[in-house]
């Protein structure tokens, strides 16, 4: 019986990824094909890109998969409990800022982490622009779609107004803040490569928030409350208000530490465009993986490994980057509509879904 | 038109989902011009053979024969073989911001027909004048409707495919006495038509009222197989649940309302206790009860009488918005709707037995602890399931009741308040409740009990209080003085 | 998109900052450029032009080119790598933004030649292009001076950064040029998204009696179009690319710079291994910066003295003689 059950948690949650995956590659191919560019040529050239060396796989596609990752923990985690965050694209921006902020006007304290530093200004970043919206939605009743949502216009045009002005670069002419001090900056982890250590901070914050998913009576609640709001309170006794408000401040202090590790470990300075809407495609990354932390590592690399692919075979294909932000598109919508269209592959094959009623109690 | 031919053969079904045996060896035999009833407690396998019989699902062994011979729908070359059968399911599948006429239209699927309804309203009275089917305006939204309505649309929906043979799931479990009445009297009749009815329902009423033949279910297997006219109630709850059942008025209870239990400990006490919503609508106005030790307090209200948040009240799973609400512990709740406010259904029976008490748990959740609670509460109140990981949903409704039961009392709490705990539940689950209650009582527990039928309240409770319109009102243990207070006539 | 114009004007004025010019030991066989555009080239604008001076130099030249559309800060160092160990002659990436990752990438790739438009960073392989706007400024300046008929003309710009004021000074300069008493009035929107706003700055002007207005405020610029729409008998002087058709008979000419021909230009010096790790500044004197008069408008109001007066300036400038408003003591006279 455990061994069927671990066979159906596969069949539920792997086999969905590979499948998109499968299905990606092949509607790639049929793109690039169409748009009148050697299919076969782009498709290699993209692959070395993401994995064709050492380089390849570690400065290009963990690389992107790094921010993807905490992101889509942040997303996980709130849509487990049913808060539905849109905002990491906000928070990831605030904590960009407040990283900027952090390693450019903080002093540096010997005996202590520079880069800790700033991540943890990040974290309180995202958690207060997340916090907002947990204020708004407890006292206001303000939906949390709608809020975190309007954040996230709110954050973009705060990062353009701080690069023009509070934190710009001192010649003043680039919309631009200066690089934070080499103390602050998150270190890289091999000699020669881009990868900074929030990648491997990203699995051990992976690895605890799937522990307490699953195995501890945080996680417990947090489940419970996404599934059964109702039962959690009626049953549980669970105040799903402060849950919930507590939930969402996890959130965004995760997608805080993606924008201050994007900043302390990849650019250094502040930017605007510093996110071609992560907060967003990390919605998908979550939900691919099914809301599953150790899941979405794998589908953030997944997904770093499409960026990565995707300049690939723009600068050795000419493939243009409009044709790779399609596909991205298409793998989004494929992967949303996934439960639809199996549920309905289970409506019309109904000898692989049982009636509920008669499975359990007949034993 | 042959009016008694065999419509439809099962012989030797067999069908397992994993390692669980739904209905084994099960032989069916459903003649044209019959309404057969299958018959059988929750669980017992109806759902899974009818999807069988519908060819929904294949057997995993036996066969299902759809003799050729003479039937109105053979007759008919064009539907002949395909829609032989139609299903209509216990759930409905209208859309409720559509019309008849447009849900009608999307029965017919064909993404590329164009939608006519004027020819649909031509069809569906062409079907009231074959069948005596009445159907509502087309052009009405079915959201507007009556349920039995919304009811003789879907059959609508199930008879425009021009069926041989139809089946109806648990057709009355939603609709009123009379709407019930109403639609086996149109069965019958369209039965006679020289059509075949395969009718499920858990009800033995129903049976005896309205069957031509009777096949009753039991753990997936026949129990009886028989006319109508060759058996009778006894016969029928002896092959449904294989012993005798007891719903007779509790003795003891008699007994404590002679005593009276005043001078028992006062476990919950709600003191002038009032409730206002969020948005200002009173439930509950000025309610003072004291529920002791020892004693079933039964509470009777119409819908919207302030029942149910006088009985989170008394749990404790609303706070009063004016007066007091005094309770010693935690307080053990069943609420009526299960899959809503005691379980849930996605989680295993293990997560939902961690569900009691979690706001207060601490660290690591041990599973081989909770799987022993779980399995030894499961056994303690006969709840029947593979194992403790299997989700809530699928247990069957009894199953469910029994599992929350179990749960909420697992830890010998000092007060329970359930609320209609015995709804949607066959004869032998909502008896294995009502002993739990009992035996709660008799160890000293104090249980505030809703129902919405009469007869178990009297049955089982020591004192009766009506809500009406936000009011408690303490009435005499009599059917006439409760059905006086609820209806506010008193 | 023409404000990061702005920026590449202004690097000409930084560029003294950096020291290192040397020259750089770029293969002149088999040239191969690559370029990173930090939009879609379909913009028809800053990305747009970049793309169509990587084709002139394709197809001018036989190079091979390469291109890639970036989208973060942090995409742009793993393109600049892959192109640096792809052997690139010459990798540009198109945007101030691009230059603090090509100081870090290029001293891994000292045989590819990098270069950033309007930074000011520069290194021995590393280059940055600058655009001597202010040239073609003090042109217009000197049309305006001499068409107007109120003897107030002025300039909109959008916020009030180092390369736009040069540039307006310059104008003022070429105005008093060839008409010392006349008024310049400056102002700045301060913004260059918001059309109402510029309109409301130009209608603002045109009340203080200013007859023509030299626009650079990108979006915001086009509210400036709008109001010389509605008060006939005004006129306005466009920036970046040629706007002259935006109004017909009220554009008197635009101030344009031309990106393909400056890309042209840096792959030619890339080629014959003449590039420096410099600021790269291009101006009238190389044609890609130039004034394009709106010639039926232009000939009907400036007699032709002064037109004659303009021609000698532009081919002074040309041959490099004629040093305008870059001469620090008139920058440094700005009010």
Same mark, same amino acid.
């Given at each position: 019986m455990r061994l069927l059950g671990a066979a159906r948690y596969f069949a539920r949650t792997t086999l969905p990824a590979v499948a998109v995956g499968a299905g990606l590659i092949g509607i790639l191919g049929v793109v690039i094909a169409l748009a009148g560019h050697d299919a076969g040529d782009a498709l290699i050239s993209g692959a070395q890109a993401a994995f064709g060396s050492s380089d390849a796989l570690i400065s290009a596609t963990l690389k992107r998969a790094t921010p993807l990752m905490w992101l889509g923990l942040a997303v996980a985690v709130a849509f487990r409990a049913g808060v539905l965050n849109i905002g990491a694209e906000g928070q990831f921006l605030v904590g960009a /800022?407040?990283?900027?902020?952090?390693?450019?006007?903080?002093?540096?304290?010997?005996? /202590?982490?520079g880069p800790l530093i700033v991540l943890a200004a990040g974290a309180l970043g995202g958690m207060a622009w997340a916090g907002s919206a947990g204020w708004l939605l407890r006292r206001h009743g303000v939906n949390e779609v709608v809020s975190t949502l309007l954040l996230n216009l709110l954050a973009s045009q705060l990062v353009g107004y701080l690069v023009r002005g509070p934190l710009q670069e001192p010649s003043r002419t680039y919309p631009q803040s200066s690089a934070v001090p080499e103390y602050f900056r998150v270190p890289l982890l091999l000699d020669g490569y881009r990868l900074h250590a929030g990648f491997l901070l990203a699995i051990l914050a992976a690895g605890i928030i799937a522990l307490l998913t699953y195995r501890h009576a945080i996680g417990f609640r947090w489940r419970v409350v996404g599934l059964g709001p109702l039962a959690a309170e009626s049953a549980g006794l669970i105040d799903v208000g402060a849950t919930r408000v507590r939930v969402l401040l996890l959130s965004g202090a995760f997608a805080g530490i993606a924008g201050a590790g994007e900043l302390a470990g990849v650019t250094y300075s502040l930017f605007e465009g510093l996110s071609p809407g992560y907060g967003y495609t990390a919605i998908a990354v979550a939900l691919i993986a099914r809301l599953h932390p150790i899941g979405l590592l794998a589908s953030a690399i997944a997904f770093g490994a499409l960026g990565a692919?995707?300049?690939?075979?723009?600068?050795?294909?000419? /493939?243009?980057?409009?044709l790779t932000v399609v596909v991205s598109a298409g793998a989004i919508l494929a992967v949303l509509a996934y439960p639809y269209v199996r549920a309905r592959w289970a409506v019309m094959n109904p000898a692989t879904d049982p009636p509920a009623t008669d499975r359990a109690a007949n034993a | 038109m042959s009016a008694h031919g065999p419509a439809l053969e099962l012989a030797g079904i067999t069908k397992r989902f994993g390692d669980t045996t739904a209905v084994e060896g099960v032989d069916l035999r459903v003649n044209f011009g019959a309404v057969h009833v299958l018959l059988g407690e929750n669980g017992a396998g109806k759902t899974t053979l009818l999807r069988i019989a519908a060819g929904l699902l294949p057997p995993d062994e036996g066969r299902v024969v759809i003799p050729l011979t003479s039937s109105a729908a053979a007759a008919q070359p064009s539907t002949a073989g395909a829609t032989r059968i139609s299903l209509v399911h216990q759930h409905f599948s209208a859309v409720p911001a559509l019309t008849v006429a447009e849900n009608v239209a999307l029965g017919r699927g064909g993404l590329l027909s164009r939608f006519n309804p004027g020819a649909i309203a031509d069809e569906l009275a062409a079907l009231h004048r074959e069948t005596g089917l009445v159907l509502p305006p087309p052009n009405t939204r079915v959201a507007d409707l009556e349920v039995a309505e919304q009811q003789r649309v879907e059959i609508a929906k199930a008879l425009l495919k021009r069926p041989g043979i139809l089946m109806l799931d648990e057709p009355t479990s939603t609709l009123s006495p009379d709407a019930g009445r109403d639609l086996y009297r149109w069965l019958g009749e369209y039965a006679a038509g020289g059509h075949a009815v395969v009718v499920v329902t858990h009800r033995i009423s129903d049976a005896l009222a309205f069957g031509t033949d009777v096949t009753v279910l039991r753990h997936g297997r026949v129990a009886l197989r028989a006319p109508r006219s060759a058996t009778n109630e006894r016969e029928l709850l002896d092959a449904m649940f294989g012993a005798e059942l007891e719903f007779a008025p509790d003795p003891a209870s008699a007994d404590a309302a002679a005593e009276g239990t005043d001078g028992r400990p006062v476990v919950i006490a709600l003191r002038g206790a009032g409730y206002r919503d969020d948005r200002g609508v009173e439930h509950v106005a000025n309610a003072t009860l004291d529920i002791r030790a020892g004693e079933i307090v039964g509470v009777a209200g119409i819908d919207r009488s302030g029942h149910s948040a006088l009985l989170r009240l008394a749990?404790?799973?609303?706070? #009063?918005? =004016?007066? =007091? +609400? +005094?309770?010693? =512990?935690?307080?053990?709740? +069943? #609420? @009526? %709707?299960?899959?809503? %406010?005691?379980?849930?259904? @996605?989680?295993? *029976?293990?997560?939902?037995? *961690?569900?009691?008490? =979690?706001? @207060?748990?601490r660290g690591w959740v041990s599973s081989a602890e909770g799987r022993a609670k779980t399995a030894a509460a499961m056994s303690a109140y006969a709840v029947r399931a593979t194992d403790t990981l299997v989700p809530a949903a699928e247990l069957s409704g009894g199953n469910q009741q029994r599992f929350v039961l179990s749960r909420e009392l697992a830890d010998q709490p000092r007060a329970l308040v359930a609320e209609h705990p015995t709804r949607g539940l066959d004869a032998r689950s909502g008896g294995f409740v009502r002993q739990a209650l009992r035996s709660m009582r008799e160890r000293g527990g104090a249980v505030l009990l809703y129902s919405a039928d009469i007869d178990e309240l009297l049955a089982m409770a020591d004192r009766i209080v009506v809500c009406h319109r936000g009011r408690v009102i303490a009435v005499s243990r009599d059917r006439a003085a409760i059905a006086r207070a609820m209806a506010g006539t008193a | 998109m023409f404000r990061r114009l702005l920026l590449a004007t202004w690097a000409a004025a930084l560029g003294a900052c950096s020291g290192d010019s040397s020259k750089s030991s770029v293969a002149t066989d088999g040239l191969r450029v690559a370029l990173l555009t930090p939009g879609p080239i379909s913009d028809q604008a800053w990305n747009g032009s970049a793309y169509a001076g990587l084709t002139r130099v394709r197809d001018s030249l036989g190079a091979q080119v390469s291109h890639v559309q970036v989208r973060t800060p942090a995409d742009f160092e793993e393109n600049f790598r892959q192109y640096g160990s792809a052997g690139y002659s010459l990798i540009i990436g198109h945007g101030f933004e691009f230059q603090d990752v090509a100081a870090r990438v290029a001293p891994s790739y000292p045989k590819s030649f990098y270069v950033t438009t309007g930074g000011s960073t520069t290194g021995p392989n590393l280059g940055t292009l600058s655009f001597s706007f202010d040239e073609p400024s003090f042109l217009a300046g000197m049309i305006a001076g001499a068409a107007t008929r109120t003897g107030v003309i002025g300039s909109v710009g959008g916020t009030d950064l180092p390369p736009v004021h040069k540039s307006f000074d310059a104008f003022r300069e070429g105005a008093q040029f060839v008409r010392p008493d006349i008024r310049v009035i400056t102002t700045f929107i301060g913004n260059w998204d918001d059309a109402g706003a510029g309109k409301e700055q130009a209608l603002a002007l045109m009340g203080r009696r200013a007859d023509i207005i030299f626009q650079n405020a990108d979006a915001a610029g086009l509210g400036v179009f709008q109001a010389v729409r509605e008060r006939p008998g005004t006129l306005v002087i466009g920036a970046n690319a040629n706007q002259n058709a935006l109004v017909p008979g009220g554009v008197l000419g635009s101030v344009v710079i031309d990106i393909p021909h400056a890309f042209l230009l840096l792959a030619r010096r890339v080629k014959d291994g003449t590039a420096k790790g410099e600021v790269i500044s291009f101006s009238t004197t190389d044609d890609v910066v130039r004034w394009e008069p709106s010639d039926p408008i232009v000939k009907a109001r400036v007699p032709a003295a002064v037109l004659a007066r303009v021609d000698s300036v532009q081919r002074a400038m040309r041959q490099g003689t004629f040093t305008a408003s870059t001469s620090p003591t008139v920058v440094g006279a700005r009010p």
């Open positions: /800022v407040c990283a900027s902020a952090a390693g450019l006007y903080l002093p540096e304290l010997p005996g /202590v982490g692919a995707g300049d690939g075979m723009q600068r050795n294909s000419g /493939v243009p980057a409009d | 749990a404790g799973r609303i706070r #009063p918005t =004016s007066g =007091s +609400v +005094v309770r010693g =512990s935690t307080v053990a709740f +069943v #609420p @009526e %709707d299960r899959l809503r %406010d005691a379980l849930i259904g @996605e989680l295993s *029976l293990e997560e939902n037995f *961690l569900l009691r008490g =979690s706001a @207060e748990r | -």
